[in-house]
Protein backbone atom coordinates (compact mmCIF):
# COMPACT_ATOMS: atom_id res chain seq x y z
CA UNK A 1 0.00 0.00 0.00
CA UNK A 2 2.69 2.34 0.35
CA UNK A 3 2.25 3.88 -3.54
CA UNK A 4 -1.36 4.54 -2.22
CA UNK A 5 -2.38 8.21 -2.45
CA UNK A 6 -5.62 9.56 -1.27
CA UNK A 7 -5.95 12.65 -3.19
CA UNK A 8 -7.60 10.76 -6.22
CA UNK A 9 -11.01 10.11 -4.25
CA UNK A 10 -11.75 12.95 -2.08
CA UNK A 11 -12.66 12.25 1.66
CA UNK A 12 -10.96 12.24 5.14
CA UNK A 13 -8.20 9.30 5.70
CA UNK A 14 -6.58 8.22 8.91
CA UNK A 15 -2.92 8.10 7.24
CA UNK A 16 -2.38 5.00 9.28
CA UNK A 17 -0.65 3.05 6.75
CA UNK A 18 2.24 5.44 6.34
CA UNK A 19 1.95 8.79 5.20
CA UNK A 20 1.85 11.24 8.47
CA UNK A 21 -1.05 13.30 9.14
CA UNK A 22 1.61 16.27 9.13
CA UNK A 23 2.49 15.34 5.54
CA UNK A 24 -0.85 16.47 4.59
CA UNK A 25 -1.60 19.63 6.94
CA UNK A 26 1.35 20.67 5.45
CA UNK A 27 0.12 20.45 1.98
CA UNK A 28 -3.26 22.15 3.31
CA UNK A 29 -1.88 24.88 4.64
CA UNK A 30 0.24 25.68 1.94
CA UNK A 31 -2.60 25.21 -0.44
CA UNK A 32 -4.61 27.87 1.73
CA UNK A 33 -1.53 29.92 1.58
CA UNK A 34 -1.89 30.12 -2.06
CA UNK A 35 -5.75 30.92 -2.22
CA UNK A 36 -5.29 33.60 0.21
CA UNK A 37 -2.09 35.25 -1.72
CA UNK A 38 -4.36 34.96 -4.58
CA UNK A 39 -7.05 36.62 -2.81
CA UNK A 40 -8.77 33.55 -3.81
CA UNK A 41 -10.57 32.17 -0.33
CA UNK A 42 -9.44 32.87 3.51
CA UNK A 43 -8.91 30.43 5.79
CA UNK A 44 -12.22 31.42 7.15
CA UNK A 45 -13.90 31.02 3.80
CA UNK A 46 -12.87 27.26 3.67
CA UNK A 47 -13.64 26.41 7.13
CA UNK A 48 -17.38 28.23 6.54
CA UNK A 49 -17.80 25.67 3.97
CA UNK A 50 -16.49 22.56 5.66
CA UNK A 51 -18.59 23.74 8.69
CA UNK A 52 -21.66 24.56 5.93
CA UNK A 53 -21.26 20.57 4.65
CA UNK A 54 -20.91 18.69 8.12
CA UNK A 55 -23.65 20.57 9.48
CA UNK A 56 -25.74 19.27 6.65
CA UNK A 57 -24.18 15.52 6.97
CA UNK A 58 -25.09 13.72 9.80
CA UNK A 59 -27.13 10.12 10.46
CA UNK A 60 -30.62 11.66 10.32
CA UNK A 61 -30.03 11.82 6.61
CA UNK A 62 -30.07 8.28 6.58
CA UNK A 63 -32.19 7.62 9.05
CA UNK A 64 -34.95 9.72 7.02
CA UNK A 65 -34.33 7.49 4.06
CA UNK A 66 -34.50 4.47 5.58
CA UNK A 67 -37.93 5.25 7.18
CA UNK A 68 -39.20 6.15 3.80
CA UNK A 69 -38.26 2.99 2.70
CA UNK A 70 -39.96 1.27 5.37
CA UNK A 71 -43.19 3.01 5.00
CA UNK A 72 -43.51 3.29 0.90
CA UNK A 73 -42.60 0.35 -1.17
CA UNK A 74 -42.24 2.51 -4.08
CA UNK A 75 -39.80 4.33 -2.58
CA UNK A 76 -37.78 1.51 -1.29
CA UNK A 77 -37.82 0.02 -4.50
CA UNK A 78 -36.56 2.86 -6.44
CA UNK A 79 -34.17 3.40 -3.48
CA UNK A 80 -32.49 0.32 -4.36
CA UNK A 81 -32.54 0.69 -7.96
CA UNK A 82 -31.42 4.00 -7.95
CA UNK A 83 -29.94 5.34 -4.81
CA UNK A 84 -28.89 8.84 -5.89
CA UNK A 85 -32.56 9.36 -7.71
CA UNK A 86 -34.24 8.28 -4.08
CA UNK A 87 -32.54 10.71 -2.02
CA UNK A 88 -32.76 13.21 -4.56
CA UNK A 89 -36.81 12.85 -3.37
CA UNK A 90 -35.82 13.95 0.33
CA UNK A 91 -34.00 16.70 -1.10
CA UNK A 92 -30.93 14.90 -0.54
CA UNK A 93 -27.60 15.03 -2.10
CA UNK A 94 -24.35 12.56 -1.93
CA UNK A 95 -21.99 15.07 -4.39
CA UNK A 96 -20.11 17.58 -1.95
CA UNK A 97 -16.87 18.05 -4.24
CA UNK A 98 -17.23 15.30 -6.71
CA UNK A 99 -20.58 13.12 -7.93
CA UNK A 100 -20.48 10.00 -6.01
CA UNK A 101 -22.98 7.00 -6.79
CA UNK A 102 -24.64 5.49 -3.81
CA UNK A 103 -25.95 2.42 -3.67
CA UNK A 104 -28.40 0.93 -1.00
CA UNK A 105 -28.21 -2.78 0.04
CA UNK A 106 -30.79 -4.91 2.20
CA UNK A 107 -30.72 -7.00 5.30
CA UNK A 108 -33.54 -9.76 4.69
CA UNK A 109 -34.39 -12.77 7.11
CA UNK A 110 -31.59 -14.55 4.71
CA UNK A 111 -28.62 -11.76 4.44
CA UNK A 112 -27.17 -9.24 6.86
CA UNK A 113 -24.91 -6.66 4.89
CA UNK A 114 -21.56 -4.70 6.14
CA UNK A 115 -19.86 -1.91 4.99
CA UNK A 116 -16.30 -0.91 4.86
CA UNK A 117 -13.11 0.53 3.23
CA UNK A 118 -10.35 -1.39 3.03
CA UNK A 119 -8.18 0.84 1.34
CA UNK A 120 -8.66 4.28 3.75
CA UNK A 121 -12.03 5.18 4.81
CA UNK A 122 -14.44 5.88 2.19
CA UNK A 123 -18.20 6.29 3.85
CA UNK A 124 -21.01 8.23 2.89
CA UNK A 125 -20.36 11.16 4.43
CA UNK A 126 -23.23 13.30 3.16
CA UNK A 127 -25.69 11.00 4.52
CA UNK A 128 -23.71 9.88 7.63
CA UNK A 129 -21.77 12.56 8.76
CA UNK A 130 -18.01 12.20 9.70
CA UNK A 131 -17.09 8.20 10.04
CA UNK A 132 -16.32 7.00 13.87
CA UNK A 133 -13.10 6.27 14.90
CA UNK A 134 -13.84 2.43 14.73
CA UNK A 135 -14.58 2.60 10.92
CA UNK A 136 -11.31 3.95 9.95
CA UNK A 137 -9.18 1.45 12.34
CA UNK A 138 -6.85 -0.64 11.06
CA UNK A 139 -8.22 -3.77 13.02
CA UNK A 140 -12.13 -2.88 11.66
CA UNK A 141 -10.69 -2.94 8.22
CA UNK A 142 -8.50 -5.56 8.07
CA UNK A 143 -10.67 -7.74 9.69
CA UNK A 144 -14.31 -7.43 8.86
CA UNK A 145 -13.21 -9.09 5.31
CA UNK A 146 -12.10 -12.09 6.79
CA UNK A 147 -14.02 -12.79 9.83
CA UNK A 148 -17.18 -10.32 9.58
CA UNK A 149 -19.33 -12.44 11.78
CA UNK A 150 -17.15 -12.43 14.36
CA UNK A 151 -16.37 -8.90 14.26
CA UNK A 152 -20.46 -8.02 14.00
CA UNK A 153 -20.59 -10.11 17.11
CA UNK A 154 -18.33 -7.96 19.47
CA UNK A 155 -20.67 -4.88 17.65
CA UNK A 156 -23.73 -7.05 19.32
CA UNK A 157 -25.46 -8.35 16.21
CA UNK A 158 -25.40 -12.14 16.13
CA UNK A 159 -25.97 -13.48 12.35
CA UNK A 160 -26.95 -16.85 12.12
CA UNK A 161 -24.64 -19.34 9.86
CA UNK A 162 -27.65 -19.90 8.00
CA UNK A 163 -27.86 -16.35 7.04
CA UNK A 164 -25.60 -14.90 4.42
CA UNK A 165 -23.17 -12.64 5.81
CA UNK A 166 -22.33 -9.45 2.51
CA UNK A 167 -19.42 -7.99 2.88
CA UNK A 168 -19.46 -4.49 0.78
CA UNK A 169 -15.68 -3.34 0.05
CA UNK A 170 -15.94 1.44 -1.02
CA UNK A 171 -12.67 0.46 -3.02
CA UNK A 172 -13.67 2.59 -5.94
CA UNK A 173 -16.30 4.89 -6.85
CA UNK A 174 -19.57 3.53 -4.97
CA UNK A 175 -20.69 4.97 -1.45
CA UNK A 176 -22.74 2.35 0.56
CA UNK A 177 -25.53 2.64 2.97
CA UNK A 178 -27.30 -0.45 4.70
CA UNK A 179 -31.21 -0.66 4.68
CA UNK A 180 -31.25 -2.29 7.89
CA UNK A 181 -34.86 -4.67 8.70
CA UNK A 182 -37.96 -3.14 9.88
CA UNK A 183 -38.37 -4.35 13.58
CA UNK A 184 -41.96 -6.37 14.15
CA UNK A 185 -42.51 -4.28 17.01
CA UNK A 186 -42.57 -1.11 14.73
CA UNK A 187 -45.93 -1.79 13.41
CA UNK A 188 -48.02 1.39 12.85
CA UNK A 189 -45.46 3.79 13.57
CA UNK A 190 -44.98 6.87 11.60
CA UNK A 191 -41.79 7.80 9.97
CA UNK A 192 -40.13 10.40 12.48
CA UNK A 193 -41.03 7.76 15.34
CA UNK A 194 -39.01 5.03 13.05
CA UNK A 195 -36.49 7.37 12.04
CA UNK A 196 -35.23 7.59 15.68
CA UNK A 197 -34.70 3.65 15.99
CA UNK A 198 -32.23 4.36 13.46
CA UNK A 199 -28.34 5.26 14.57
CA UNK A 200 -25.55 5.50 12.19
CA UNK A 201 -24.16 2.16 13.10
CA UNK A 202 -27.27 0.52 11.69
CA UNK A 203 -26.42 2.50 8.64
CA UNK A 204 -23.51 0.56 7.61
CA UNK A 205 -24.56 -2.27 8.98
CA UNK A 206 -22.42 -2.62 12.37
CA UNK A 207 -26.03 -2.80 14.29
CA UNK A 208 -29.94 -3.42 14.50
CA UNK A 209 -32.55 -0.28 14.60
CA UNK A 210 -33.01 0.15 18.32
CA UNK A 211 -36.51 -0.33 19.53
CA UNK B 1 -13.26 -7.62 -22.76
CA UNK B 2 -16.66 -6.46 -21.65
CA UNK B 3 -18.41 -8.65 -18.88
CA UNK B 4 -22.40 -8.77 -17.90
CA UNK B 5 -23.85 -9.70 -14.37
CA UNK B 6 -23.26 -13.32 -13.84
CA UNK B 7 -20.30 -13.38 -15.67
CA UNK B 8 -17.70 -15.91 -13.55
CA UNK B 9 -14.35 -13.86 -13.93
CA UNK B 10 -10.92 -13.96 -12.22
CA UNK B 11 -8.53 -11.20 -10.90
CA UNK B 12 -5.34 -10.62 -12.72
CA UNK B 13 -2.32 -11.96 -10.52
CA UNK B 14 0.06 -9.39 -11.20
CA UNK B 15 1.70 -7.84 -8.37
CA UNK B 16 2.68 -3.65 -10.10
CA UNK B 17 5.02 -1.55 -8.96
CA UNK B 18 2.68 1.68 -8.95
CA UNK B 19 -0.84 2.11 -6.97
CA UNK B 20 -3.09 -0.68 -7.53
CA UNK B 21 -6.51 -1.48 -6.25
CA UNK B 22 -7.06 -5.03 -6.01
CA UNK B 23 -5.68 -5.93 -2.71
CA UNK B 24 -3.34 -8.45 -2.29
CA UNK B 25 -5.70 -11.51 -0.84
CA UNK B 26 -7.97 -10.91 -3.69
CA UNK B 27 -4.85 -11.86 -6.80
CA UNK B 28 -6.10 -14.54 -8.97
CA UNK B 29 -9.41 -14.84 -7.06
CA UNK B 30 -12.40 -16.10 -8.99
CA UNK B 31 -15.86 -14.12 -8.43
CA UNK B 32 -18.81 -13.57 -10.34
CA UNK B 33 -19.68 -10.06 -11.74
CA UNK B 34 -22.72 -8.91 -9.45
CA UNK B 35 -23.08 -5.00 -10.64
CA UNK B 36 -22.09 -3.17 -13.84
CA UNK B 37 -21.39 0.44 -12.97
CA UNK B 38 -20.45 3.60 -15.64
CA UNK B 39 -16.41 3.89 -16.67
CA UNK B 40 -14.90 6.09 -14.34
CA UNK B 41 -10.71 6.65 -14.56
CA UNK B 42 -8.32 4.10 -13.68
CA UNK B 43 -7.20 4.71 -10.42
CA UNK B 44 -3.51 3.68 -11.16
CA UNK B 45 -2.83 6.13 -14.01
CA UNK B 46 -4.82 8.80 -11.71
CA UNK B 47 -2.01 8.31 -8.95
CA UNK B 48 0.40 8.21 -11.17
CA UNK B 49 -0.40 11.93 -11.92
CA UNK B 50 -1.64 10.75 -15.49
CA UNK B 51 -3.76 13.74 -17.01
CA UNK B 52 -5.27 11.30 -19.52
CA UNK B 53 -6.42 8.23 -17.52
CA UNK B 54 -7.99 5.89 -19.01
CA UNK B 55 -11.57 5.63 -18.71
CA UNK B 56 -12.75 1.73 -17.87
CA UNK B 57 -15.94 0.41 -16.67
CA UNK B 58 -16.69 -0.81 -13.20
CA UNK B 59 -17.47 -3.63 -12.08
CA UNK B 60 -18.97 -5.00 -8.41
CA UNK B 61 -17.21 -8.18 -8.14
CA UNK B 62 -18.76 -10.60 -5.47
CA UNK B 63 -16.11 -13.36 -4.43
CA UNK B 64 -16.97 -16.17 -2.04
CA UNK B 65 -15.36 -15.92 1.11
CA UNK B 66 -14.24 -19.75 0.87
CA UNK B 67 -12.38 -18.72 -2.34
CA UNK B 68 -10.73 -15.77 -0.58
CA UNK B 69 -9.91 -17.77 2.89
CA UNK B 70 -9.78 -20.48 1.82
CA UNK B 71 -10.37 -22.70 5.55
CA UNK B 72 -10.06 -19.31 7.29
CA UNK B 73 -13.45 -18.20 5.59
CA UNK B 74 -16.36 -17.90 7.58
CA UNK B 75 -19.49 -19.92 6.46
CA UNK B 76 -21.83 -18.21 3.93
CA UNK B 77 -20.08 -14.86 3.25
CA UNK B 78 -19.42 -13.28 0.56
CA UNK B 79 -17.08 -10.03 -0.17
CA UNK B 80 -18.05 -7.52 -2.84
CA UNK B 81 -15.21 -5.41 -4.36
CA UNK B 82 -15.34 -2.84 -6.85
CA UNK B 83 -12.92 -3.62 -9.78
CA UNK B 84 -11.65 -1.74 -13.53
CA UNK B 85 -12.43 -4.17 -16.16
CA UNK B 86 -8.49 -4.08 -16.80
CA UNK B 87 -8.37 -6.11 -13.39
CA UNK B 88 -10.28 -8.79 -14.47
CA UNK B 89 -9.75 -11.59 -16.98
CA UNK B 90 -12.65 -14.37 -17.98
CA UNK B 91 -12.65 -17.49 -16.03
CA UNK B 92 -10.52 -18.94 -18.76
CA UNK B 93 -8.22 -16.34 -19.19
CA UNK B 94 -4.51 -16.46 -18.43
CA UNK B 95 -2.66 -14.33 -16.38
Known sequence: ?211 | MTFSVGDAVRTSGRDPEHHYRVPRYLRAKRGRIEAVHAAFPLADARAAGDPAPPIETLYTVAFDGSEVWLDGAEPNTVYHAELWESYLLPIDGVP
Not at chain 1, 41 to 52: G, K, L, M, P, S
Not at chain 1, 96 to 110: D, I, K, M, S
Not at chain 1, 117 to 139: H, V
Not at chain 1, 144 to 163: C, K, N, Q, S, T
Request: charged content about 25%; some cysteine.
Open chain 1, 1 to 211: MSEHRHDDHGHDHPHDHGSPAAEMTARVNALIGALEARGVATDADVTAVIERFLAAAGPSNGARIVARAWVDPAYRALLLEDANAAIAELGLDMSHWAPVELRVVENTARVHNIVVCTLCSCYPIALLGPAPQWYKSEAYRSRVVREPRAVLREFGVIVPDDRDVRVWDSTAELRYLVLPQRPHETDGWDEPRLAATITRDALVGAAEPMV
